[in-house]
């Protein structure tokens, strides 16, 4: 009977595991416990798939043999893929493809767009360089988008929404960029037209009285330098009070390093932001949270350059919470000017990003000495608005930053690439103010990291020999404790009346 209730038991206990390896095969879930929902699917992700017409083959090229921290974004992608292919019911197909297995394979994978990334491996006491693939191909019929490098700091499920966004969409929405006032180029914001490309048509626009604006879901006018005529500004009246949307990067100020001189920019656009109640002061931010320049001194026969703070270069980390900045840790400012509200309550003001709470403002005109002295009474303001939303001009929207370089990569050999973060803030706030689909909100929903909060020394010193000594007081602490029990019951034990 023992051994019959054995196999019956073993049996059942088969069965049960059978059962739900076919239901888990059937059925993909899993728990998500983190903060902004890393691991679930959005709600614009959903209705994309939702909507699919046609199948959507996805051919993910990643080495097989992958050190534990890049096997885990192989299997997250992996994961996700079969989130995608449920929640589509198979309209999103998948495989993974090893390019390292056969050279047939590895130059399919060159040919789609993928790049190959040198890894230093250990390989019996050497270091090896060992060339792998974490890239991922999507197609559509024939239309294709390509995913050269997986790194997993960025969002995957935004990513590759978009990608389907892209070739599932049937027609884009046109942002247009201004020109015609010496703004900033196409060419010289290649980071962030290449982002923009993903969901919109991108163009340049000269507005003039005969050209039509209801076409653009959204225009950009970044850093104007000319005077600007009054048809412009009266057609872009025209534009808001129609329903359209602006974003604005100006210079109110600029900085002549050369002659170290700091000048006030008028072009016309700040008179006509005054006049919506949208005051830019010709006065530059200072702020103790800063970036850095070098400072080439000489020494001996030596020219040595050393890095100094520059208050001119505002480090933005305070935001609002808000679709624009979500996700958004640090943005790097070049010579921004406060934002100040002088409107009445039909027009909606909501400042997105602020200085930190030691920073200040230096009127214009005025000299700029690196080498300055900085004292506290130069930062005796706080929390100064650097970006705005405002809503209720006319029947649009406006978005404004005082920086009108933020996101230039610029030119030539002086082209550089900027941070993430000043890409991401530019892309957001054209995402919306023209996107109707919701994928701003997967673009920077990423695990985001927690910096520790800058604290004095003073405080540095006594949390240091706060964790030095508590354990060794805890442990003194203990052994007295002990002691004076341990006496306690030895006088117990002497008196006469004592029962064990």
């Not at 056969?102 to 789609?112: G, I």
């Not at 909606?348 to 005109?365: I, W």
């Not at 994928?439 to 030095?468: A, D, H, V």
Request: positive net charge.
């Amino acid at each position: 009977m023992k051994k019959k209730t054995y196999i019956g038991n073993l049996l059942l206990i088969t069965a049960i595991l059978v059962v739900i390896n076919i239901i888990s095969s059937l059925w993909f879930f899993r728990l998500d416990l983190t903060e902004n929902k890393q691991y679930s699917l959005s709600k614009v992700t959903k209705q994309i798939l939702d909507n699919l017409d046609e199948t959507v083959t996805v051919t993910a090229y990643f080495t097989k043999d992958l050190p534990p921290n890049l096997q885990k974004v192989k299997q997250d992608f992996k994961n996700l893929l079969i989130e995608y292919n449920k929640r589509s019911k198979g309209k999103v197909a998948y495989k993974f493809v090893n390019p390292n297995e056969k050279p047939e394979y590895e130059r399919e994978a060159v040919q789609s767009g993928i790049r190959p990334v040198l890894l230093n491996a250990r390989e019996k006491d050497q270091i090896k360089q060992q060339k792998i693939y974490m890239g991922a191909k999507v197609m559509l019929g024939t239309k294709s988008e390509v995913i050269p490098f997986i790194s997993g700091r960025e969002s995957m499920e935004y990513i590759l929404t978009s990608a389907i966004k892209k070739l599932s969409v049937k027609q884009k929405p046109v942002v247009g960029f201004i020109k015609g006032n010496g703004e900033t180029t196409l060419n010289e914001m290649p980071q962030a037209v290449k982002q923009l490309e993903v969901l919109y048509k991108v163009e340049t626009v000269k507005i003039t009285d005969s050209v039509n604006l209801s076409k653009y879901k959204a225009l950009a006018w970044v850093a104007p330098k000319d005077s600007i005529n009054t048809e412009v500004l009266n057609k872009l009246d025209e534009y808001l009070n129609s329903g359209g949307n602006i974003f604005i990067a100006m210079n109110r100020v600029d900085a002549d390093l050369q002659n170290m001189q700091g000048k006030a920019v008028n072009t016309g656009l700040e008179t006509w932001l005054k006049k919506k109640g949208i005051d830019v002061p010709a006065e530059f931010i200072v702020d103790k949270q800063c970036g850095t320049v070098g400072v080439t001194q000489r020494q001996g026969v030596f020219n040595i350059t050393t890095q100094v703070q520059f208050p001119y270069l505002p480090v933005i980390t305070h935001f609002a919470e808000h679709p624009v900045t979500k996700g958004i840790e640090e943005v790097i400012l070049d010579f921004a000017s406060p934002i100040k509200f002088t409107g009445d309550t039909s027009v909606n003001y909501k400042p997105l990003a602020f200085t930190s709470e030691y920073s200040g403002t230096v009127k214009t005109p005025m000299f700029i000495n690196i080498q300055k002295q900085w004292t506290p009474a130069d930062f005796n303001k706080s929390n100064i608005p650097v970006a705005a939303l405002f809503s209720g001009i006319g029947s649009g929207r406006i978005i404004l930053i005082t920086d009108g370089d933020f996101a230039r990569n610029g030119s030539g050999r002086n082209m550089r690439k900027i941070s993430e973060n000043n890409v991401n803030l530019f892309v957001n706030s054209i995402d919306f103010l023209a996107d109707d689909t919701g994928l701003i909100e997967l673009r920077t929903k990423i695990i985001q990291s927690r910096p520790l909060k800058q604290i004095s020394e003073g405080k540095i010193m006594f949390l240091k020999w706060l964790n030095f000594l508590l354990p060794v007081l805890l442990i003194v602490l203990y052994g007295i404790i002990r002691a004076q029990y341990r006496k306690n019951q030895r006088i117990k034990r002497m008196e006469e009346d004592y029962v064990k």
